[in-house]
């Protein structure tokens, strides 16, 4: 039995199977091994231990983690303490489990792999989300995930605060230079989209000449594309409101403060999944 974790689009049961196989050398129940486990650890040995921060964290991944455990000891006793979303000092206690010592030390490394690499992400979406506090700007976060780990990236840069852009390509049109130049214009590209049914409309500009023509086309929201603050504030003039305005492109913690205070309502990161570190997160024995 799993932990009760859902997320759209993602099916956890097979992801615990999918990575516990690659793990051990083969699928679960057909030859798969813990040599270290098996041959160190006697079959009848208990483990107890904690998962602990040794950063400030925020927190992510707490019910994934658990469901590794489960999935190979489903009597294991386990006591979450914190909540996903959590922001917790260096040295919190996240999580106390008792189970077999077998099944623990074979889970371990992937329960820990998952909290530390979505713990990063939310920890630092969090950074972002505090320099732009109290200037109404939002923060999105991008397409730029690692292959097969989408939902769960964008789960986490929820529990740090931003909300999701596109989940991918099927939930808006994103027109950029690319779709500009084949189509032959911004007119003729968002034309198309509209032709087609498209509710969402997002257009990629890079100047501000671009602005008018991609409103009158009909785009619905735009995206301010590597323009500096200066130009970012006239622009968002220039829109008044009409569409939403999106800035991106090269965006760092040291300059988003000034992107938000140009009156733009999003602004999308890529590096919050793209280079996030791990947080610094580990599960240690502990004596009954």
Same mark, same amino acid.
């Given at each position: 039995?799993?932990?009760?974790?859902?997320?759209?689009?993602?099916?956890?049961?097979?992801?615990?199977?999918?990575?516990?196989?690659?793990?051990?050398?083969?699928?679960?129940?057909?030859?798969?091994?813990?040599?270290?486990?098996?041959?160190?650890?006697?079959?009848?040995?208990?483990?107890?231990?904690?998962?602990?921060?040794?950063?400030?964290?925020?927190?992510?991944?707490?019910?994934?983690?658990?469901?590794?455990?489960?999935?190979?000891?489903?009597?294991?006793?386990?006591?979450?303490?914190?909540?996903?979303?959590?922001?917790?000092?260096?040295?919190?206690?996240?999580?106390?489990? +008792?189970?077999?010592? +077998?099944?623990?030390?074979?889970?371990?490394?992937?329960?820990?792999?998952?909290?530390?690499?979505?713990?990063?992400?939310?920890?630092?979406? +969090?950074?972002?989300?505090?320099?732009?506090?109290?200037?109404?700007?939002?923060?999105?976060?991008? +397409?730029?995930?690692?292959?097969?780990?989408?939902?769960?990236?964008?789960?986490?840069?929820?529990?740090?605060?931003?909300?999701?852009?596109?989940?991918?390509?099927?939930?808006?049109?994103?027109?950029?230079?690319?779709?500009?130049?084949?189509?032959?214009?911004?007119?003729?590209?968002?034309?198309?989209?509209?032709?087609?049914?498209?509710?969402?409309?997002?257009?990629?500009?890079?100047?501000?000449?671009?602005?008018?023509?991609?409103?009158?086309?009909?785009?619905?929201?735009?995206?301010?594309?590597?323009?500096?603050?200066?130009?970012?504030?006239?622009?968002?003039?220039?829109?008044?409101?009409?569409?939403?305005?999106?800035?991106?492109?090269?965006?760092?913690?040291?300059?988003?403060?000034?992107?938000?205070?140009?009156?733009?309502?999003?602004?999308?990161?890529?590096?919050?999944?793209?280079?996030?570190?791990?947080?610094?997160?580990?599960?240690?024995?502990t004596h009954e």
């Open positions: 039995m799993t932990a009760p974790f859902s997320l759209e689009g993602f099916d956890l049961d097979a992801f615990v199977a999918s990575t516990l196989a690659e793990d051990l050398g083969g699928p679960l129940g057909d030859g798969g091994r813990d040599v270290t486990s098996e041959s160190v650890i006697p079959a009848s040995a208990l483990f107890t231990g904690v998962m602990d921060s040794r950063d400030a964290v925020t927190v992510a991944g707490l019910p994934i983690a658990e469901a590794f455990f489960r999935a190979l000891d489903p009597d294991v006793k386990i006591d979450v303490l914190v909540s996903e979303g959590d922001q917790v000092p260096a040295g919190t206690d996240l999580m106390r489990l +008792r189970g077999q010592a +077998r099944a623990m030390l074979t889970a371990e490394r992937s329960a820990l792999n998952t909290v530390q690499h979505l713990s990063g992400i939310a920890m630092m979406t +969090r950074s972002y989300v505090d320099k732009i506090a109290g200037t109404g700007a939002i923060l999105l976060d991008t +397409r730029k995930t690692i292959p097969g780990l989408r939902v769960l990236e964008k789960y986490a840069t929820r529990m740090g605060g931003a909300q999701n852009h596109r989940m991918g390509l099927w939930d808006a049109a994103m027109i950029k230079d690319n779709h500009i130049a084949v189509a032959g214009s911004i007119g003729q590209a968002v034309g198309a989209a509209r032709a087609a049914g498209i509710a969402r409309i997002i257009v990629e500009v890079d100047r501000v000449d671009q602005i008018e023509p991609a409103i009158a086309a009909g785009a619905t929201h735009l995206l301010l594309d590597n323009m500096t603050p200066e130009v970012l504030r006239g622009a968002v003039t220039l829109v008044g409101k009409r569409v939403p305005t999106e800035a991106s492109g090269g965006i760092r913690l040291d300059t988003i403060r000034a992107v938000a205070e140009t009156g733009v309502d999003y602004i999308s990161v890529g590096r919050l999944t793209q280079s996030a570190p791990a947080a610094d997160i580990g599960l240690d024995f």
